[in-house]
């Protein structure tokens, strides 16, 4: 049972225009979420987070989006840099239960100049 | 601080020899996470450590996987005897309890011939 679907395995923008990755999520414990950024050869790398009483944060070039009835969480970037080219994982996080993370199987952002 | 460090980056091993999987979590850190990432299955845990106590290994596939964490500086992944349906990068990863993020190492790319 998948806990957090990405499903969109490639993504592929141009360089200044938004990038949107989606991803959702089955289990209700869930209470935070995160994104990581993975470069090939290196591991994930934290790059922003959403507690379930928000609906967005932003930090920089980065927002992502929170719809709790949906079930659903996206990550904006804009503007889209070449140096964003990577693998970005959503997981799922119950803080109150296991801290475990739970990732969906990542979108690969391909930004071209 | 130098982060989540594992060793070695890269393992090539006959099968059904054994590997040991090292890593060093960040300083003051207490919860230590061991991820497998193949093409397949994405990024799965295989199994975290709270205050070096093993709290949750229902993701070790079989009995080849062990793990432990002797104190709160080091960790290490076993698989005994290896098979090559064991090839995939092994993460270890660190977190504050209640923080949410985790941090990477840079992975252990294992293959077993």
């Known amino acids: 049972d998948q806990q957090v679907k990405q499903n969109s395995p490639s993504l592929s923008v141009q360089e200044g225009r938004i990038s949107i990755l989606n991803c959702d999520y089955t289990?209700?414990?869930?209470?935070?979420f995160l994104w990581y950024k993975k470069y090939p050869a290196e591991g994930p790398t934290f790059l922003i987070s959403i507690s379930s009483i928000k609906d967005k944060n932003e930090d920089g070039r980065f927002t992502v989006f929170l719809n709790k009835s949906a079930k659903h969480l996206s990550l904006h970037i804009v503007p889209s840099q070449p140096g964003d080219s990577a693998v970005y994982f959503c997981?799922?996080?119950?803080?109150?239960?296991?801290?475990?993370?739970?990732f969906g199987k990542g979108t690969k952002l391909t930004v071209n100049p | 601080d130098a982060g989540v460090i594992q060793s070695p980056r890269h393992e090539v091993t006959e099968m059904g020899q054994e590997v040991t999987l090292r890593c060093k979590p960040i300083?003051?850190?207490?919860?230590l996470f061991w991820y497998r990432q193949t093409m397949m299955r994405g990024l799965e845990l295989l199994i975290y450590f709270n205050n070096n106590v093993p709290i949750d290994d229902s993701g070790m596939p079989e009995d080849r996987f062990s793990a432990k964490m002797p104190n709160a500086s080091f960790s290490t992944l076993k698989i005994q005897p290896s098979e090559p349906r064991d090839s995939a990068v092994y993460f270890c990863?660190?977190?504050?309890?209640?923080?949410?993020?985790?941090?990477f190492g840079q992975g252990t790319r294992l293959t077993v011939v």
């Open positions: 990863a660190s977190s504050l309890r209640q923080v949410g993020a985790a941090f």
């Open positions: 300083s003051g850190h207490n919860s």
């Open positions: 289990n209700s414990m869930f209470d935070y």
């Open positions: 997981a799922g996080l119950s803080q109150g239960g296991s801290e475990k993370l739970v």
